[in-house]
């Protein structure tokens, strides 16, 4: 049953995002990767937290499968579902924003508005990375089996082939995994990080 507003009471924190930020080293923020299934954003999201560990970042990733697995066990594949799976994603990673790191998310989130509600919720420290490979590019990698699964009408609801991925309009970067290696992916989605939440010490 969800919880009465008038019985809540919003505490507010001891410590302040300044210092958060001198402790760390950098400012909180969420990347944002949102692209079909086989793009590449599990690979890109563990590669980046390596390299960002590796600078002295203070990261974590979030990945569709781990918390599907765990915190989203209980939902399915429809669209309100997934509208729900991508919600919570987008709560706990303002979260882990707000305590001063740096949150990764490797989710396909197909839907605008529901990355614009998670944007809404992450404030000024959402990036939103399109890693962008076409569904041809996707398919033919199938590293899970789920496209032919999809063609043979076991995955209805599958992104790209029963339902629709609507891309980002204004991403703050593009990473192009269709027509590139990952290492040359990897290394322009760190420059972008680097760049976007610059260490600070």
Same mark, same amino acid.
Request: net charge neutral.
């Given at each position: &049953?969800? /919880?009465?507003? %008038?019985?809540?009471?919003? &505490?507010?924190?001891?410590?302040?995002?300044?210092?958060?930020?001198?402790? =760390? @080293?950098?400012? @909180?923020? !969420?990347?944002?990767?949102?692209?079909?299934?086989?793009?590449?954003? /599990?690979?890109?999201? &563990?590669?980046?937290?390596?390299?960002? &560990?590796?600078?002295?970042?203070?990261?974590?990733? +979030?990945?569709?499968?781990?918390?599907?697995? @765990? +915190?989203? /066990?209980?939902?399915?594949?429809?669209? $309100?579902?997934? /509208?729900?799976?991508?919600?919570?994603?987008?709560?706990?990673? $303002? *979260?882990?924003?707000?305590?001063?790191?740096?949150?990764? #998310?490797?989710?396909?989130?197909?839907?605008?508005?529901?990355?614009?509600? $998670?944007? #809404?919720?992450?404030? %000024?420290?959402?990036?939103?990375?399109?890693?962008?490979?076409?569904?041809?590019?996707?398919?033919?990698?199938?590293?899970?089996? *789920? =496209?032919?699964?999809?063609? $043979? @009408?076991?995955?209805?609801?599958?992104?790209?082939?029963?339902?629709?991925?609507?891309?980002?309009?204004?991403?703050?970067?593009?990473?192009?995994?269709? #027509?590139?290696?990952?290492?040359?992916?990897?290394? #322009? *989605? *760190?420059?972008? !990080?680097?760049?976007? !939440?610059?260490?600070?010490?």
């Amino acid at each position: &049953m969800p /919880s009465n507003p %008038q019985q809540l009471t919003t &505490m507010a924190h001891a410590v302040d995002a300044h210092e958060r930020r001198l402790h =760390y @080293g950098h400012a @909180g923020a !969420v990347i944002w990767l949102t692209g079909l299934s086989g793009s590449g954003k /599990s690979s890109l999201a &563990m590669g980046l937290e390596q390299a960002l &560990m590796r600078l002295g970042y203070s990261c974590y990733v +979030l990945d569709g499968d781990n918390i599907r697995s @765990g +915190l989203n /066990s209980d939902l399915g594949f429809g669209d $309100a579902d997934r /509208s729900e799976n991508i919600r919570r994603i987008g709560e706990v990673a $303002a *979260l882990f924003a707000d305590a001063g790191l740096v949150c990764i #998310t490797a989710f396909i989130s197909p839907f605008q508005a529901d990355r614009a509600l $998670a944007r #809404t919720r992450c404030k %000024q420290g959402f990036h939103e990375i399109h890693v962008a490979a076409d569904l041809a590019a996707c398919e033919a990698r199938d590293p899970k089996g *789920l =496209y032919k699964k999809a063609r $043979a @009408g076991q995955l209805p609801s599958f992104t790209g082939i029963g339902s629709p991925y609507e891309p980002p309009v204004h991403p703050e970067c593009v990473i192009s995994t269709g #027509t590139e290696a990952l290492s040359e992916s990897l290394t #322009t *989605l *760190l420059d972008y !990080v680097r760049h976007a !939440v610059p260490l600070v010490r």
